[in-house]
């Protein structure tokens, strides 16, 4: 394919502490390389970086194994990697890209999906994914929580709307005879959270403390671990590529620490073929059959979602299995990481899943030319 005039791909990031002054720097390095190799400009910027009066973006690239930085013209393309829940910075990450649309329209590579509760609730308008949707309701109060409980055998998972990575995520486990609580799951920090209460009102009056004003959500405990009580989630990376179609760019097996109830890798887990981790947990018959359906959810997912949110470019997808081999549907993330193929060795996933933004970001140029 002919290489087209370069046209300017921004990463719009948060600013962070560091010899680079940004996240997911080696992420960005090789963005811009395999950018370049697109016959795009790739550069970096945060949402301080824009000069509202000329509207030029002082913004980082990389060439010949440095970082460097200057004057960039608008980008032409908006690739959103950009991470933070503080209002302060996301109303100042707003108002930066309004002025970018006002002196240069731009495409924006991939929208965000608006909270957890929001696409179970479009997925649940889909009848093929209703029955792998767990039982989902909104934290509303201690009194409800004490209803879900004794209506579900004395256990609950919650886990924040707006959540990432795990943190912020707690069972609660409620005693035979109901007075007494035990919360396990991580903070904040992603530090390890295990505490016990003699005092059923004192437990749930700790957990709406430690829910505050945010939103959250209360589903079912779900026993999704491995043989050696290890709790674990299967990622599938879905990607729009050069030609502007769905492709499952790869999965992998994530698998966390006994103590934790989440696989996340942020949280000291470890990383799997997939393939070959649910064979040797379910038998080679059961284990192929759960990886073929998780791949067909996977592939009805995107198009679904793009269906009431307007076109999106790539998802984090992540399914439980529990031990019966009953496969779920856990979340969705429009900003999914990949650093899981790196740690299995899946190097060609691990490359095409940089390739693809900047595939289709070429795609989008093209169309729009």
């Not at 370069?6 to 950018?35: D, H, Q, Y």
């Not at 043989?227 to 599938?236: L, W």
């Not at 650093?339 to 093209?366: C, E």
Request: glycine content about 10%.
């Amino acid at each position: 394919m002919a290489k087209l005039s370069k046209g300017a791909v921004g990463i719009l990031v948060a600013r962070s502490e560091g010899t680079v002054p940004f996240a997911e720097s080696a992420f960005c390095r090789n963005l811009c390389i395999m950018g370049e190799r697109e016959g795009l400009e790739v550069y970096v910027f945060s949402p301080v970086s824009v000069n509202p009066d000329s509207g030029l973006v002082a913004g980082y690239f990389y060439e010949d194994g440095h970082w460097g930085r200057k004057w960039f013209s608008p980008p032409d393309i908006v690739y959103d990697r950009y991470f933070s829940r503080d209002r302060k910075q996301l109303n100042q990450k707003q108002q930066t890209l309004s002025l970018l649309k006002k002196n240069h329209p731009f495409i924006y590579l991939t929208r965000s999906l608006s909270g957890k509760w929001a696409v179970y609730r479009t997925l649940g308008k889909f009848s093929q994914f209703t029955s792998y949707l767990p039982e989902t309701v909104k934290y509303q109060g201690s009194t409800a929580l004490s209803e879900w409980l004794h209506a579900h055998r004395g256990e609950a998972f919650l886990k924040p709307q707006l959540g990432t990575q795990g943190r912020r995520t707690l069972h609660v486990k409620m005693s035979t005879f109901g007075n007494e609580l035990h919360i396990t799951g991580r903070a904040g920090n992603n530090n390890v959270i295990n505490r016990r209460f003699l005092n059923l009102k004192q437990g749930l009056e700790w957990i709406d403390k430690f829910i505050g004003r945010r939103p959250f959500l209360i589903q079912p405990y779900l026993e999704l671990t491995n043989a050696e009580g290890e709790p674990f989630d299967i990622r599938v990376l879905m990607q729009k590529n050069e030609t502007g179609r769905w492709e499952q760019t790869g999965k992998a097996a994530r698998v966390g620490r006994k103590q934790s109830v989440t696989s996340n890798l942020h949280g000291g887990g470890t990383a799997h073929k997939a393939i070959p981790f649910l064979i040797e947990q379910y038998g080679s018959g059961a284990g192929r059959k759960i990886a073929t359906l998780i791949q067909e959810l996977a592939a009805e997912i995107p198009e679904a979602l793009e269906a009431h949110y307007g076109r999106l470019a790539e998802l984090g997808i992540d399914f439980g299995v529990d031990r019966k081999g009953k496969v779920w549907i856990l979340e969705v993330n429009s900003k999914p990481g990949r650093t899981s193929f790196v740690k299995i060795g899946d190097m060609k996933s691990a490359r095409k899943s940089i390739q693809n933004p900047m595939g289709y970001a070429r795609y989008l140029l093209h169309s729009k030319s």
